[in-house]
């Protein structure tokens, strides 16, 4: 009898043990089908934009194949679900549950964002990425979003962009006072330093800004995009290089509640298919706007022009003065000012001997 009782309580205790193991292996119970995620992701782009927005599609695509349609994540361009400049707000109170912009197109919100696009004279795209992901500026990053319902990752980058597009040739500073240019961001302010007016403006809109005369210049990203818009129909002079944007890096925003619904293996898929988008929006820039290049000079007649190195110089001091004057706004636009510099420093100092060294010596 005590034999048989004890016999059958070892069996329990087995049998149980067994289940607990199960369902710790399958994560799931077996009667319970799996939830799918059906999302928004909105952009500042228009649809299928090359590289800016066809980066949301790859990373739309790339999640749905990883998760076997679990997360579902539909692309809306530019002024499909909300305006290209609308995506922070929509994202912050959940009208979708992600976003793909640029971080300076939210300077309103806090002028430290502005750091986690591009600073002119600042980090390139390699840096960059190298900030984000081991220089500590991720953390910052999800520090500053925090307050917004909203998880930044970093979501693609232009590299060194173009200077932009002129009806008039740059000789002087004196060619910058009183023109009317469209460029976002810190390289805006140190414009309106040198004496222009700057003017943030969606892409879309650029072309016909650029062409009625409502705005004199404008820069926007490169050969491969500036192509796509006809911007050489609209001017003929192509400055070089884009010293207020050497290496802008895009956004994903997640809203906070919708990730934490999320489960695990679901939120660590969009953190890698985010990081898969930002090297491969890179890749593609790299291999393509040299092509769109000469397309622009041979077949366009584009004219290619460097900046006066003067020019260039005087530039580069306004910015010193102008992203320092930004940093003293609030304590932690400081605070990521701080973090952005003392790495900037350090990897542009190594950076001389190595990638800059090479690249001159390479150039010979
Ligand atoms: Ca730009």
Redesign the pocket.
């Known amino acids: 009898m005590k034999l048989k009782l004890i016999l059958g309580l070892t069996l329990a205790v087995l049998l149980s043990a067994c289940g607990k193991e199960q369902a710790a292996t399958d994560g799931t119970a077996a009667s319970e089908p799996a939830q799918t995620f059906k999302w928004k992701l909105v952009t500042s782009w228009p649809k299928n934009f090359p590289g800016l927005g066809t980066g949301p599609e790859k990373f739309s695509k790339m999640v749905n194949e990883m998760s076997a349609g679990r997360l579902q994540v539909k692309v809306y361009g530019a002024g499909q679900l909300v305006p290209a400049l609308e995506v922070f707000d929509a994202v912050s109170r959940g009208t979708a549950e992600m976003g793909h912009s640029g971080a300076y197109y939210w300077k309103g919100k806090s002028p430290a964002s502005q750091f986690f696009t591009t600073v002119p004279f600042g980090l390139t795209a390699q840096e960059m990425h190298g900030w984000i992901h081991y220089g500590g500026g991720l953390e910052i990053w999800q520090e500053l979003y925090a307050p917004f319902n909203l998880i930044p990752l970093a979501g693609g980058n232009t590299g060194v962009?173009m200077g932009g597009w002129f009806n008039k040739e740059i000789n002087s500073m004196d060619d910058l006072k009183g023109l009317k240019m469209r460029m976002p961001g810190l390289g805006g302010e140190v414009l309106q330093r040198a004496g222009g007016t700057p003017v943030t403006l969606p892409g879309a809109e650029l072309f016909t800004a650029l062409q009625t005369g409502a705005i004199d210049a404008t820069?926007?990203?490169g050969p491969y995009n500036d192509l796509a818009f006809g911007l050489h129909k609209a001017a003929k002079f192509y400055y070089y290089p884009g010293w207020h944007?050497p290496g802008?890096m895009m956004e994903f925003t997640v809203n906070k509640q919708a990730f934490e619904k999320l489960p695990k293996d679901l939120q660590a898929i969009v953190k890698v298919a985010s990081r898969a988008v930002n090297q491969d929006m890179l890749d593609e820039y790299t291999a393509r706007n040299n092509h769109a290049l000469k397309e622009l000079v041979g077949k366009h007649n584009v004219q290619l022009r460097a900046y006066p190195e003067d020019v260039l110089a005087k530039l580069r001091d306004l910015s010193e003065e102008v992203v320092k004057e930004v940093s003293e706004k609030d304590a932690m636009t400081k605070k990521v000012y701080e973090s952005y510099k003392t790495y900037k420093d350090n990897v542009q100092e190594y950076h001389s001997i190595t990638e800059q060294a090479f690249l001159n010596a390479r150039s010979k």
């Open positions: 962009q820069e926007w990203v944007e802008s």
